[in-house]
């Protein structure tokens, strides 16, 4: 009887541990919302994190929490009075810290992913999002009161003060040079200091000049004075390099990518159609290749459940492509299978004024866009086209190349292959010669 007692016992105990386990695992994701948002905004959040309400732990943030880490770093233009983003957050045991974002206009997933690392964190998946255009300078305080909540764990204070004044610096330098610049230097910076154990300030100045010059990015003297200051800071702190470079490196090479594709503003005509027509080939035969380098998201994983539709047309990124909103895919899927062989694009972005999460109106919102114009008109891109392939021809014609569909209809598959790729090499010797 008294066996029978004890087993009866030690499995109520295991499933109450079991219980507890289940419980522990549906809480550590958590949802927080703007204390200022109206209650039918509220539920649109929810539908746009796909998760259930009672499913996660909710808190709200005020002002007032973001006032604590904002003041004497933000203006009160920056701080506001209001506060309206929102986030979901995932602890995670390996991959980094991805990070999705929509409707904030004024901080980008990279900023919120770089300046997370410097709050300590090293694995962690976000959204932050808000039903209506905002800034996004209450989003991290959000973040980072929902990653204790979620983790069960507490920050350093001076780290969480850190990343603050790391977000606003990037944000404010990003008007003048633009946000892919500035995060591109201050996570470059970061990233030498932190992984050289940099303290000295002399040295840590040259790292930042350095840096800039690399950049071909010109600082007045304030800015690298405030960007020596906060790397002082941070190199004064216990960072683990190895923890937080899956997360560096990434959005290293994000702004790389945003800042290769942007640098076609600069160049001229010939460069800009000669670099349009190499990704036009190159995006044809390595699509395979290069899907297969992304990295791949968890089917489970937060940043892949949003309904990116709930938001409509939305201003988003994301650390991983994969997380994109989907209506930004679609268009760049149209765009690759509509848009002439030989168009290329002009990147315009308008700063945002940073009030949205101070507005006094919830209406006033603030926007970023990005404009895609044409070098050329599309007639001019097409006539182009008729003229290269006339060229083209004729050049084959020269070779004595013979006619096409009758070697199509003689060759095996790999005959074809390899007669476009030459037909591709032949096309692009002749634009090189064309262009220099």
């Not at 079991?18 to 550590?28: E, M």
């Not at 690399?214 to 906060?230: I, K, Y």
């Not at 923890?243 to 942007?262: F, G, I, M, P």
């Amino acid at each position: 009887m008294k066996k029978k007692l004890f087993k009866m016992t030690a499995a109520a105990f295991c499933l109450s541990c079991l219980v507890s386990i289940t419980a522990f695992a549906d809480s550590s994701k958590v949802v927080t919302l703007g204390s200022n948002l109206s209650q039918e905004q509220k539920d649109t959040m929810f539908k746009y994190f796909g998760v259930e309400k009672n499913a996660v732990e909710v808190i709200e943030v005020n002002n007032t929490e973001e006032r604590q880490y904002l003041e004497g770093i933000a203006s009160e233009e920056v701080i506001g009075t209001r506060t309206y983003s929102c986030s979901y957050i995932e602890p995670t045991t390996s991959g980094g810290i991805q990070v999705k974002t929509a409707n904030l206009t004024w901080v980008t997933s990279n900023m919120i992913a770089s300046t997370l690392t410097t709050a300590g964190i090293t694995n962690c998946n976000v959204v932050a999002a808000c039903p209506i255009e905002v800034s996004g300078t209450g989003a991290l305080t959000g973040i980072l009161k929902a990653y204790e909540k979620a983790s069960d764990g507490t920050l350093s204070e001076d780290k969480k003060q850190l990343a603050t004044d790391e977000l606003i610096q990037t944000g404010e330098l990003g008007d003048t040079i633009g946000k892919d610049k500035a995060i591109q230097l201050i996570n470059g910076v970061k990233m030498e200091v932190i992984k050289g154990e940099v303290t000295s300030p002399e040295e840590i100045k040259g790292i930042v000049e350095k840096a800039a010059s690399e950049a071909s990015v010109t600082l007045t003297g304030d800015q690298v004075a405030s960007l020596t200051a906060l790397m002082e800071k941070i190199g004064a702190q216990d960072y683990d390099y190895e923890s937080l470079k899956d997360t560096l490196n990434r959005v290293e090479n994000n702004v790389k990518d945003a800042l290769d594709n942007a640098s076609e503003e600069q160049k001229n005509f010939f460069s800009k159609l000669w670099d349009s027509i190499k990704n036009f080939f190159s995006n044809l035969f390595d699509k395979d290749e290069k899907n297969q380098e992304s990295e791949t998201l968890a089917p489970d994983n937060i940043l892949n459940n949003t309904n990116d539709s709930i938001l409509g047309d939305v201003v988003g990124d994301a650390t991983n492509d994969q997380a994109n909103p989907s209506t930004e895919g679609e268009n760049q899927e149209t765009n690759l299978e509509t848009q002439p062989a030989f168009d290329t694009n002009k990147e315009t972005q308008n700063e945002t004024i940073k009030s949205s999460e101070s507005s006094t109106n919830i209406g006033e919102t603030n926007e970023e866009t990005s404009a895609n114009d044409n070098l050329t008109n599309p007639a001019d891109s097409e006539n182009q086209e008729d003229q290269n392939n006339t060229e083209i021809t004729s050049n084959d014609n020269e070779t004595g190349m013979t006619n096409e569909t009758d070697q199509t209809e003689n060759s095996t598959g790999s005959d074809i292959e390899t007669k476009a790729e030459n037909l591709i090499d032949k096309f692009i010797n002749w634009l090189k010669g064309l262009f220099g």
